[in-house]
């Protein structure tokens, strides 16, 4: 099987290149799991096409030749700025504010930066390069959203099944295992994808083959007791993680319990330690305001764009 990927770039070498006489660029981009490179033979049983995305500066009819057509290729016609817009809500003429940053959908940047281009007159890597990743201070927020979203939970895996809850807390351990995965993604400062290719992306990731039988190992429990000894060991080798990229100062990882419950967990405070390094004030006042990632949620839940700039006043 050819690669999506390839196969668009030789639509747009052999065809569409020959047929456009004015400056432009070109790229495959956005939806489809070829842009991704996740691609394989199932994914041509629908939407399997060599297509392009071509960008000019104005209004443009792009015909492909009549020995193509009735064939799967198609091209689509775009300004920068419009495709940005339309993406987005965003005009790529002024970098992202940093309301803007935290409203962006993580699946859609991603979709956005990977691909290729294959020609570029206009600027359009200049503009993929500006969301190539998070802002520092943006992204030690996220981490700390993240961390929270770990840690008060881990806690209530052991209490829901003290009740004899095993389901509601194996459950838990599940969405556990999930945001974990989710702080890998941030520690290596790589976007995660949507959930059809999520676990894909995390095995790519540098630190996907250690953690993996640890998070497996979470999921294989049949016991809350298990499942709490499982997650700590988890949860141990993220916050060690973290602390050899360097992220913060160095986080004392240490095994505690609350209110003197039967039920352990690791904590180490690395909220505090990345709220240390925020220097942007706007970043800082959210962080004060939402200090839980009150704002990520919200931001899973407001994924279209229109849904994504009411939220836009509540940052400013």
Same mark, same amino acid.
């Given at each position: ?11 747009? $070498? ?12 070109? @790229? ?11 691609? $394989?033979?199932?994914? !041509?049983? +629908? ?13 443009? $009819? ?15 016609? +775009? !300004? #920068? ?22 409203? =962006? ?8 930066? @990977? &691909? @290729? ?26 981490? #700390? ?14 209490? #829901? ?11 838990? &351990? ?7 995965? %989710?702080?890998? =993604? ?17 095995? %790519? ?28 060991? @988890? ?10 990229? &360097?992220? !913060? ?6 095994? &505690? ?5 039967? =039920? ?5 405070? =690395? ?6 390094? #925020?220097?942007?004030? +706007? ?5 004060? %305001? ?27």
């Amino acid at each position: 099987m050819t690669p999506g990927l390839e196969l668009c770039k030789r639509f747009y $070498d052999e065809v569409v290149r020959h047929v456009v006489d004015v400056p432009h660029s070109a @790229a495959l981009m956005g939806r489809g799991s070829e842009v991704l490179g996740y691609d $394989d033979a199932m994914s !041509t049983d +629908h939407n399997c096409e060599a297509r392009v995305l071509l960008f000019v500066d104005g209004d443009l $009819d792009v015909r492909v030749p009549p020995e193509f057509e009735g064939r799967a290729a198609f091209v689509e016609v +775009h !300004t #920068i700025r419009g495709y940005f817009r339309q993406q987005l809500g965003w005009d790529p003429v002024q970098a992202p504010t940093v309301a803007e940053w935290f409203t =962006f959908p993580e699946a859609n940047l991603l979709t956005l930066t @990977a &691909g @290729a281009v294959f020609r570029d007159d206009l600027g359009l890597q200049d503009v993929r390069d500006q969301l190539a990743y998070y802002p520092d201070d943006v992204w030690r927020y996220l981490m #700390i959203a993240a961390w929270w979203r770990v840690h008060p939970e881990m806690n209530i895996v052991g209490r #829901i099944g003290y009740v004899g809850d095993e389901l509601g807390s194996s459950v838990l &351990g599940a969405q556990l295992v999930q945001d974990l995965m %989710r702080l890998c =993604f941030l520690v290596e400062r790589r976007y995660a994808p949507y959930s059809k290719w999520f676990g894909t992306a995390f095995s %790519r990731l540098s630190c996907g083959p250690s953690l993996t039988p640890l998070l497996q190992d979470v999921l294989r429990t049949t016991s809350w007791e298990q499942r709490e000894q499982a997650l700590m060991a @988890a949860f141990r080798a993220v916050g060690e993680l973290s602390n050899q990229r &360097g992220i !913060t100062r160095p986080v004392e990882l240490a095994v &505690g319990r609350l209110w003197d419950r039967p =039920f352990e967990v690791v904590w180490g405070d =690395f909220p505090a330690a990345l709220a240390e390094d #925020i220097e942007d004030p +706007h970043v800082r006042r959210i962080a004060e %305001r939402w200090p839980a990632g009150g704002i990520e949620q919200a931001r899973a839940l407001l994924w279209r764009v229109d849904d994504r700039r009411q939220l836009l006043p509540l940052l400013e």
